[in-house]
């Protein structure tokens, strides 16, 4: 068995494995879809296989949508290659349930695939065509928050830079591509589009628009294009930027599904690490839960996705569900397991909820601390609404033990992540007049948690190396100016940490002016004396927690 076109034709010999594929002329649709095409996605990952190209597939197969979607498929043309072309753009997709059952998917709603390569001269004439196609309702985006990233503390990045001096023509940066290909469709006659950053990133919408606008701005200054290529790009009735919040949980490929697939007999799904170190595979595992929330402005009009289980709303709404879910529901829980699961030894998150400890942990940070400060969305799903949103997550998705997913990849840029996650539950607190911050107890020992696990040792005094982050060298430098050999005392510590903690840019404000420095400080203080640390002052700080 094999996964291209070809092997489908023995369609027996899938669905005798438990195999659920396309149900339709799948030839047909390609058809259509080339040359009428409605949506071409950037960044052709995990998520976007197990998810959108999913929710596309069954609407496909019950008649809702007659047309599939291409795929800007990565910038890396191995994983075009080896992921993409040699399948035929077909992809498997595992979905792995938390009763211990998996789903096993055949997607093919994917119609053609790209490299993002402008050197490649038949490739950039047929993403043109694309983008000038009147029928094109929408570009989407899942290429990660650093994708949208036009400056720096210095300015315009480089490759931005440089293609804003060389003119619209043949950018280098990815952005810059996808500005020049917004401009050939201005140029066809302006037809309408929604571009639709679906990235978990908050208001992801304008982070995308800023930066279309940035290589627009520039090249009108140049001369490169004229200043009714600003107002196409900034008129909402004309190029849209929606807001979107997006979740579902998608591993590395898993080497349990690898050996589930080999088993089945199908041949040649080798996970592989690109030359550039991307981790790839021609299959998706992922849980059963998802959602996507999405800002209805469409000026050119949109498939029925809602049939497939997307939810659309304004952008009040929008930006409500994506604040409950980072801020309380799941992301800063996620940090809590991910910096504790490694100070505790642990490799899957499944396995942190079997620990009493960690479970009190994060249903106190859920329920007792950002419960208190979130916003409902008052959607009509009762799936958005908070607390069934975090049950959702403490009962069914952390525990799932087939998800193989760990605390050290969560961990990952964790300096990155503490402002939104944790620091807008306290800014909350400190605006409320019925909470203060002096309830907070298990925020500042996540952060206490963060740093002592910067310092490279788990709870038995093990090595460990921890997750990339861009701070990690700045952060264990700072570190380690403490005591190494003798217990820590309170004037040392706060020697050392009272930068750290009143570095706005890390905690999202002044832990100082939020009165939880002192907290941190002890709780700190604490996880650092000797063996077993760690443990004990998580027991000690959850009891104060529920006092």
């Known amino acids: 068995m094999e996964l291209t076109d070809k092997g489908l034709k023995d369609s027996r010999a899938w669905t005798e494995k438990g195999y659920s594929l396309p149900r339709y002329d799948r030839e047909a649709v390609r058809e259509k879809s080339l040359r009428e ?69 055949v997607i093919g709603s ?38 949208y990233q036009v400056k720096d503390g210095t300015g315009l990045l480089p490759a931005v830079r440089e293609d804003i ?59 490169y294009v004229p200043e009714d290529f600003l107002s196409y790009l900034s008129d909402p009735a004309q190029v849209s930027f929606p807001w979107t919040m997006i979740d ?62 997307i939810f659309f709303a304004d952008r009040e709404t929008v930006s409500k569900c994506e604040r409950m879910k980072v801020c309380c529901c799941l992301n800063p829980l996620h940090t809590a397991l991910a910096v ?20 009190a942990l994060v249903e106190g940070l859920g329920y007792r601390e950002g419960m208190p400060v979130v916003q409902d969305p008052g959607t009509a799903y009762a799936a958005l609404s908070p607390r069934e949103f975090l049950k959702t997550c403490l009962t069914l998705r952390f525990p799932n033990k087939f998800l193989p997913d760990t605390p050290q990849r969560i961990a990952t840029d964790t300096s990155q992540k503490l402002a939104i996650r944790y620091g807008e539950t306290v800014k909350a607190y400190m605006a409320s007049s019925e909470h203060d911050t002096a309830e907070l107890h298990l925020i500042p020992l996540v952060y206490a948690a963060w740093l002592r696990y910067l310092l490279g040792t788990d709870d038995q005094g093990r090595i460990f190396k921890p997750s990339p982050d861009p701070l990690l060298e700045e952060m264990q430098q700072a570190l380690s100016k403490l005591p190494q050999t003798r217990p820590l005392t309170e004037r040392e510590t706060e020697q050392v940490l009272a930068p750290i903690l009143r570095n ?20 700190f203080i604490s996880l650092t004396q000797g063996q077993g640390a760690v443990r004990r002052t998580l027991q000690e700080w959850l009891k104060k927690s529920e006092g």
Not at 340 to 359: A, H, N, V
Not at 505 to 514: H, P, T
Request: with cysteine; aromatic share 8%.
């Open 248 to 309: 579902k949980i998608t591993p590395r490929p898993s080497e349990g599904v690898k050996q589930m697939i080999a088993a089945d007999g199908i041949e040649n799904l080798q996970p592989f690490v690109t030359a550039r170190g991307s981790h790839a595979a021609p299959y998706v595992n992922a849980e059963e839960v998802q959602y996507l929330v999405v800002e209805d402005s469409f000026p050119n009009g949109r498939p029925p996705l809602e049939k497939g289980g």
């Open 340 to 359: 504790f699961g490694c100070l505790l030894g642990y490799e899957k998150i499944s396995e942190e909820m079997q620990d009493k400890d960690l479970t």
């Open 504 to 523: 706005a840019s890390i905690f999202g404000l002044d832990l100082y002016e939020a009165g939880l420095a002192p907290k941190v400080i002890h709780a």
């Open 165 to 223: 001096e060389a003119g619209p023509e043949n950018p280098r940066s990815y952005l810059g591509k996808v500005a020049s290909l917004l401009l050939a469709r201005f140029r066809a006659g302006a037809a309408p589009l929604a571009l639709v950053s679906m990235d978990n990133v908050s208001k992801n919408g304008d982070k995308l628009r800023e930066a279309m606008l940035c290589y627009a701005k520039g090249w009108q200054e140049k001369g």
């Open 37 to 105: 095409p409605v949506w071409l996605h950037f960044g052709g990952g995990n998520i976007f296989r197990a998810f959108q190209a999913a929710v596309v597939q069954e609407l496909i197969n019950e008649g809702s949508m007659d047309r599939g979607v291409a795929v800007v498929a990565s910038s890396d043309p191995e994983v075009v290659q080896h992921v993409y072309r040699e399948h035929d753009n077909l992809c498997l997709l595992v979905t792995l349930k938390a009763d211990g059952t998996a789903e096993k998917s």
């Open 110 to 147: 994917l119609m053609e695939s790209f490299a993002m390569n402008f050197q490649d001269k038949g490739e950039k004439e047929r993403l043109t065509e694309i983008f000038k196609s009147p029928s094109l309702q929408l570009a989407s985006f899942t290429i990660t928050e650093k994708g």
